[in-house]
């Protein structure tokens, strides 16, 4: 069948995962009375509950006898290792841009890696429907991007489609001239060419891999030549040309629509799953047993945050999750990493029962520790910190990001002065319509470690800050960290709320009436920079002797509800984040207070050294 590969790439909610469900539907994949969630390629609950998309997925569609593969690839730059994985799979790319906000970092970062090994792709200007929408100013923005990528000639002349995925309609004009996406479905069949097919024996590069209770390891990629058959002898070439193992292929399995369908054959240019291989994994080549030369696949940037994993060693580790064991976590952590190129996880030089797990970003290692805690898995994980490098003449190097700030007017003041402080440095700032300013910084990651939420207080909720790594560049000093301490609890037991009332003047609490707390364990903020030891677990003495008046009534301030992202950006360099599938704690490293002291001592004197 005439094929062709086509990846849908954009920033995130720019509109990818919507217009792949107008696109199935009005390609008569779904039967008219068949029932499909709203975001079908979602399927992932963390994907549905966040509404990005994590994992890279295939799904198959056939318009006017073409068979088209699409990839819907995830927006954010942490699952970036995704992104170029899946390019080395596809033609074409179609280059989703929302009309109103116009190219943002994500979508910078996902079309360079498309121009770079030569797609030439189409340009779709979503959500024209926008009563804010700016279609020829945004067209204007993805030439000059497009330009600034160094694109060649060929792909500078790209195609622009109109449209909304949403209302299921596209035009090669900004006004509205069909009520279908057939114009789009025409422009991908005559735009983009059918995969190129290569002479030779059965070879194709593994690009996703997965793990299916029924069927094992499922490898995803395209076919590069030759054709593959169920029960087929194969190989596994690592990139460096060595046999990784030898075996038969127990299934083969092609994409129709939203599901995976077992197939006899098939044949060069096609995407396709295959199981019955144990060890191979991403980025191996498999083939028959004569190909001797291994498929070059795409590197992979380099992860530039890390984050320690340990075993929850707390009084209540174990009460709320079933896998506490260092072995079972560690076993977790590798499996991750095997399907994830992006991640790398390593046994930590300081610590037995701890792993270095370095990635993208707080996103990608949030949703992993999140994962992992629907799972059942309790665990402790220490504050995200950079990885530095080192360059030729010994200069110490640290990862510097590129950082988008959208917000009202009234509140650029205070965002830049914030900023500033974290040692950012401004590049742009100029107005975006409706009374609000665009703001870019070049910012040292470190510096935007737990920002967000600052952020979104500084401006009342109404900015969007977006960022994408731009460059090691040399270390631009220390960044002040958290201005106030922590307040402790002494002891263990459950709070009590006559205690927590008589305490709330020191500052605000992270637990409420009956929270299990152990000594140790942070239970608020102080309002001053030091720590604070306190009693929440003391209740009111009770005697027979009346009170000469009427007790007071104990009213509670609400506390402050710690999410998993608050918890890891709020955490200093001596506190850890204690995660089960039940609860988020915040504690110090060292439970007790004379340890606490002691290793304290040993650190200044260490600097002081």
């Not at 910078?108 to 100013?137: M, S, T, W, Y």
């Not at 991007?145 to 004009?173: C, N, V």
């Not at 059942?376 to 504050?383: D, I, K």
């Not at 003047?505 to 637990?511: N, S």
Request: with cysteine; net charge negative.
């Amino acid at each position: 069948m005439n094929l062709r590969n086509i990846a849908i790439i954009a920033h995130v909610d720019h509109g990818k995962t919507t217009m792949i469900d107008r696109l199935l539907s009005q390609s008569g994949s779904f039967r008219e009375n068949q029932k499909v969630a709203e975001r079908a390629m979602d399927s992932n609950d963390l994907e549905r509950e966040r509404g990005i998309t994590i994992l890279a997925k295939v799904t198959s569609l056939v318009w006017k006898d073409v068979r088209i593969n699409i990839v819907d690839t995830p927006g954010h730059a942490d699952f970036g290792g995704e992104v170029e994985r899946i390019l080395n799979m596809v033609d074409g790319a179609v280059l989703l841009v929302d009309a109103a906000e116009g190219p943002m970092p994500q979508t910078k970062f996902v079309l360079q890696k498309a121009l770079k090994i030569g797609l030439r792709p189409i340009v779709c200007i979503n959500k024209i429907d926008r009563p804010d929408e700016r279609h020829n100013e945004v067209v204007n923005e993805v030439f000059d991007l497009f330009a600034a990528l160094e694109a060649s000639e060929e792909q500078l002349d790209f195609p622009i489609i109109y449209g909304s995925a949403k209302h299921g309609w596209m035009s090669r004009t900004p006004a509205q001239t069909e009520d279908t996406m057939a114009p789009l479905f025409d422009l991908i069949v005559s735009h983009f060419n059918p995969p190129v097919i290569e002479e030779g024996p059965f070879r194709m590069l593994v690009t996703t891999i997965e793990a299916n209770p029924f069927l094992g390891r499922v490898l995803t990629g395209r076919v590069r030549s030759g054709s593959v058959k169920a029960n087929q002898s194969v190989k596994a070439l690592s990139q460096d040309g060595k046999v990784v193992e030898q075996g038969r292929i127990s299934k083969v399995l092609a994409f129709r629509g939203l599901e995976r369908v077992p197939v006899d054959e098939c044949f060069a240019g096609d995407i396709v799953a295959i199981s019955g291989l144990t060890t191979s994994t991403v980025a191996d080549t498999i083939c028959e047993a004569t190909v001797t030369e291994p498929i070059k696949a795409q590197p992979i940037d380099p992860p530039t945050l890390t984050m320690t994993f340990r075993i929850n060693d707390g009084p209540l580790a174990g009460k709320e999750g079933d896998k506490v064991q260092s072995r079972v976590i560690r076993e977790r952590l590798l499996r991750e990493a095997e399907g994830n190129v992006a991640l790398k996880v390593t046994a930590s030089e300081n610590e037995t029962d701890a792993f270095e797990v370095a990635g993208r970003g707080e996103l990608q290692l949030g949703i992993l520790i999140e994962t992992m805690r629907r799972e059942g898995f309790e665990l402790t994980v220490g504050r995200p910190r950079v990885v530095f490098r080192t360059d030729e003449n010994g200069q110490k190097l640290e990862p510097i990001e590129e950082v988008i700030v959208d917000v009202d007017e009234a509140y650029s003041g205070i965002v830049v002065q914030k900023l500033s402080e974290r040692r950012a440095e401004m590049r742009d700032m100029r107005p975006s319509g409706a009374g609000r300013q665009r703001l870019v910084f070049h910012a040292p990651t470190r510096g935007l470690i737990g920002y967000q939420g600052e952020l979104m207080s500084d401006s009342r909720g109404t900015a969007i800050m977006n960022r994408l790594f731009h460059a090691y560049e040399p270390y631009v000093g220390d960044i002040p960290g958290r201005h106030t301490g922590a307040l402790l609890s002494n002891g263990d037991g459950e709070a009590v709320a006559y205690a927590i009332f008589n305490l709330q003047d020191r500052g605000p609490m992270f637990i409420e009436h009956g929270t299990k707390v152990y000594a140790g364990m942070i239970i608020g903020e102080h309002t001053r920079g030091n720590d604070l030891e306190l009693n929440v677990i003391k209740g009111k003495k009770l005697t027979n002797v009346r009170a000469s008046g009427k007790d007071e009534a104990v009213v509670l301030t609400p506390p402050i509800r710690m999410s998993l992202e608050k918890a890891l950006a709020y955490v200093g360099d001596d506190e850890l984040v204690e995660i089960t599938p039940k609860s988020i704690r915040l504690r110090k490293i060292y439970l007790d207070a004379n340890e606490r002291k002691r290793m304290s001592r040993a650190k200044e004197a260490a600097d002081v050294a």
